[in-house]
């Protein structure tokens, strides 16, 4: 079991509301990436952060947005949902310029109505 | 760009066999890294077996062992002696060491194993 946690676990939202899921990294990894799985399919590359800074985007628009704390620990912010945000979205740690594998939490399972 | 590719949507195999799981990727990237990963049915994703492009011998974990063939460009996931914990979908990734794509990691699509006892 790796030292990542997410939550909450499970939510619902409406479409068009705003969310906010959480992400405690591993003790000692200082870089956090986000991550989200649609069913059935690899997770895709959001963004991830590196000293509280964005460090690297994938092809997600300004609505997704993230902040990372002082403790390492992240929040990923969604605005205006729409149905399709409806996933699994993964935290992973671990540390920059290391050839490590990253750890992941067990993901928040979203879904949009 | 980096790109996975795994073929297998679905394999089965029976407990106690061996079994192989097909990944080929495609970078530019002249250092990378290459990953497998676990993914139960309650979502987490758990490292498997790491296997760098200049590793000269190919990575073992335990069962876990990955065929690396850099010419070839494939990394198959080789888990020995199946248990029926092994059912999951497995996924193979990869992350460019160097330059500016050693920031993520780029997933394929998944393999569903299934063993049955």
């Known amino acids: 079991e790796t030292g990542v946690t997410q939550s909450p676990t499970h939510l619902i939202k409406t479409r068009g509301q705003q969310v906010t899921l959480r992400c405690s990294s591993q003790?000692?990894?200082?870089?956090v990436s986000w991550y989200q799985q649609a069913l059935g399919q690899g997770p895709q590359f959001i963004f991830q952060?590196?000293?509280?800074?964005?460090?690297g985007r994938g092809n997600f628009p300004p609505r997704f947005s993230g902040l990372q704390f002082p403790n390492y620990s992240s929040e990923l912010n969604v605005n205006a949902l729409e149905l399709d945000d409806s996933a699994l979205y993964l935290c992973?740690?671990?540390?920059?310029?290391?050839?490590?594998?990253?750890?992941f939490g067990q993901g928040t399972r979203l879904t949009v109505v | 760009a980096q790109k996975i590719t795994q073929t297998q949507p679905g394999m089965f195999v029976q407990e106690k066999e061996a079994v192989t799981l097909d990944c080929t990727y495609d970078?530019?990237?002249?250092?990378?890294?290459l990953f497998w990963y676990k993914q139960p049915s309650s979502g987490e994703m758990i490292f498997l077996i790491y296997?760098?492009?200049?590793?000269?011998q190919n990575a073992t974990e335990g069962r876990y062992s990955l065929n690396f063939q850099k010419a070839r460009k494939s990394a198959n996931l080789v888990i020995s002696a199946s248990q029926l914990g092994d059912s999951a979908m497995y996924f193979c990734?990869?992350?460019?060491?160097?330059?500016?794509?050693?920031?993520?990691?780029?997933f394929g699509k998944g393999t569903l194993l299934t063993v049955n006892p």
């Open positions: 003790s000692g990894h200082n870089t």
């Open positions: 992973a740690s671990s540390l920059r310029d290391m050839n490590t594998e990253a750890f």
């Open positions: 952060y590196y000293r509280e800074e964005e460090n």
């Open positions: 296997q760098g492009s200049y590793d000269e």
């Open positions: 970078t530019s990237d002249q250092s990378y890294g």
């Open positions: 990734a990869m992350r460019g060491l160097s330059g500016g794509s050693n920031y993520k990691l780029t």
